[in-house]
T-cell receptor
Framework: GENVEQHPSTLSVQEGDSAVIKCTYS??????FPWYKQELGKGPQLIID?????GEKKDQRIAVTLNKTAKHFSLHITETQPEDSAVYFC???????????FGKGNQVVVIP | DGGITQSPKYLFRKEGQNVTLSCEQN?????MYWYRQDPGQGLRLIYY???????QKGDIAEGYSVSREKKESFPLTVTSAQKNPTAFYLC??????????????FGSGTRLTVV
């Protein structure tokens, strides 16, 4: 099955700076990569996703890039704000098990 | 509005007691999932179902049971065999799995505490 790893586990950034979270995956057949944001005490919310026929996707201050050759994808948050503080999970489609494989999550802390 | 609803938000269980967590969706999604989340931990899959009357064990199914009698509903029972049930439980749903990959919609979670 698919194995997804996230780095770093915790990331602290000054408000206004950029944050980047990187994930690696193991199955070259995976072709769908979503990112979720989880605020304290709530369920994860899908914030952006990318399919393997696209190298980059943007939505306002967030973007995701995909490098299929290296089997990694990254979440980029620009002009960070305090409300960006949360846990972020990456995932990849695991066709062998017919579900998403999740990374362990990154705690992002935006320092005002 | 379409969505996925988990209830109750907080649940307290006595030692040796079975409890059932509710998960209902009106998104017309085929697949539903249950995850367990411990403090500072990621999402661990308990059970999932891709179609009514069928479900599969996830990575940590021991001490849990599920049913899928209706497309909209996927209740999770935490049995007395689960020795450490205190955790945050998340239900999710998605359109049919298989080719293409699809995102999940998560509920707001149930926090279960053993007292």
């Amino acid at each position: 099955g698919e194995n997804v790893e996230q780095h770093p586990s915790t990331l602290s950034v000054q408000e206004g700076d950029s944050a980047v979270i990187k994930c690696t995956y193991s199955d070259s057949a995976s072709n769908y990569f979503p990112w979720y944001k989880q605020e304290l005490g709530k369920g994860p919310q899908l914030i952006i996703d990318i399919r393997s026929n696209v190298g980059e996707k943007k939505d306002q201050r967030i973007a995701v890039t995909l490098n299929k050759t290296a089997k990694h994808f990254s979440l980029h948050i620009t002009e960070t704000q305090p409300e960006d503080s949360a846990v972020y999970f990456c995932a990849a489609a695991d066709y062998g098990n017919n579900r998403l494989a999740f990374g362990k999550g990154n705690q992002v802390v935006v320092i005002p | 509005d379409g969505g996925i609803t988990q209830s109750p938000k907080y649940l307290f269980r006595k030692e040796g007691q079975n409890v059932t967590l509710s998960c209902e969706q009106n998104l017309n999604h085929d697949a539903m999932y249950w995850y367990r989340q411990d403090p500072g931990q990621g999402l661990r899959l308990i059970y999932y179902s891709q179609i009514v009357n069928d479900f599969q064990k996830g990575d940590i199914a021991e001490g849990y049971s599920v049913s899928r009698e209706k497309k909209e509903s996927f209740p999770l029972t935490v049995t007395s065999a689960q020795k450490n049930p205190t955790a945050f439980y998340l239900c999710a749903s998605s359109i049919a799995t298989g080719t293409g990959g699809n995102g999940y919609t998560f509920g707001s979670g149930t926090r279960l505490t053993v007292v």
